[in-house]
């Protein structure tokens, strides 16, 4: 999800669930240590709980970005052994790793060494021909015997020769049921699925196998599928947002970031899929790509885009 779930889309998504774990983009430990720390790892208090997703592969490197993490108060720090990108593989981290286990297992241990909060692991079900069940047990054993407190298991396996990030995500067939053999495999790890879940339902059929669900791209470009979840998945009564309640909630948040010198396509960009499936959904997007990026766009443009509904009480 690089350049997607930054702290803007973070804010508003918070905004439709109030308990969903929400993670960071994959930032790498070489930006923590030697770039902008503040720009990769700030955040509002509002997005609790949230993730940071690290990349890298040095153990060192990696307990001292987990630390990082820990300390600006991150819940959980998780390392990204899923990303099949050739610019990720050439600074050895993503899915590659799922080649060298005890690395990645000596990595978890340095990190539950450094930080208090959990350390997790997302991957794979298998890299290239390296994709025997046999192959994937031994990498989950391997995190999991160095303290890994999580295994989120995309379904796919990932080509890194010949596939394209994006046909990564679509070609390889998904195969949930070697997800739910690696939990009855391992009954005491924390077990999550992630890859081509869609609807909540989807996400309460697995859990009653698995230990949690993880969605993607589906939550970014329809985030409405969440709107239900603290209901459905974490049984707060509480009734959900409407669509127009949440744009109004997210309007203080604009006119903040705007005063800090933000442009607005910098937040609207994320906004996109609020209304996603609803009268006026396609007006939306077109306003909001349209004026969004113009010079000097202001929270105006949220509201004028905004279709038919409940009144909007911030007006600009």
Not at 169 to 177: A, E
Not at 186 to 204: D, H
Not at 240 to 252: A, G, I, M
Not at 265 to 292: I, K, N, P
Request: proline fraction near 7%.
């Amino acid at each position: 999800m690089l350049d997607w779930t930054d702290r803007h889309c973070r804010y508003f998504l918070r905004l439709i669930s109030r308990h969903t774990l929400l993670y960071t983009e994959m930032v790498t430990t070489g930006a923590l240590i030697h770039g902008e720390r503040e720009r990769f790892l700030r955040f509002d208090p509002a997005e609790h709980p949230v993730a940071l997703q690290l990349g890298g592969s040095e153990p060192k490197e990696m307990a001292a970005c987990a630390r990082l993490g820990a300390a600006w108060g991150y819940d959980e720090i998780n390392i990204n052994v899923g990303c099949p990108s050739n610019r990720v593989q050439k600074g050895r981290f993503g899915a590659c790793l799922m080649a060298e286990p005890a690395l990645v297992a000596d990595c978890v241990a340095a990190m539950k060494d450094a930080v208090a909060v959990p350390v997790t692991v997302k991957t794979r079900i298998g890299i290239d021909d390296r994709d025997s069940y046999d192959a994937l047990r031994d990498f989950a054993g391997a995190v999991t015997d160095a303290g890994c407190d999580a295994l989120i298991v995309h379904a796919r396996k990932a080509w890194l020769g010949g596939l394209s990030p994006k046909a990564n995500r679509d070609v390889p067939p998904l195969r949930y049921q070697v997800v739910e053999r690696l939990k009855a495999d391992l009954p005491n790890q924390c077990i999550v699925v992630n890859g081509g879940i869609k609807t909540l339902q989807e996400a309460a059929r697995f859990l009653t196998v698995l230990d949690g669900v993880m969605i993607g791209r589906e939550a970014y470009h329809n985030p409405w599928v969440l709107a239900d979840a603290d209901r459905v998945i974490f049984g707060d009564a509480r009734p959900p947002p409407n669509r127009h309640q949440v744009l109004e909630d997210f309007l203080p948040y604009a006119r903040r970031e705007l005063a800090a010198g933000l442009p607005l396509s910098r937040m609207s960009r994320h906004l996109l899929g609020l209304f996603q499936g609803q009268s006026g959904a396609r007006a939306w997007r077109r306003h909001l790509s349209e004026h969004g990026p113009r010079p000097g766009a202001g929270i105006e443009v949220l509201v004028a885009a905004a279709p038919p509904g409940d009144t909007l009480a911030a007006r600009p």
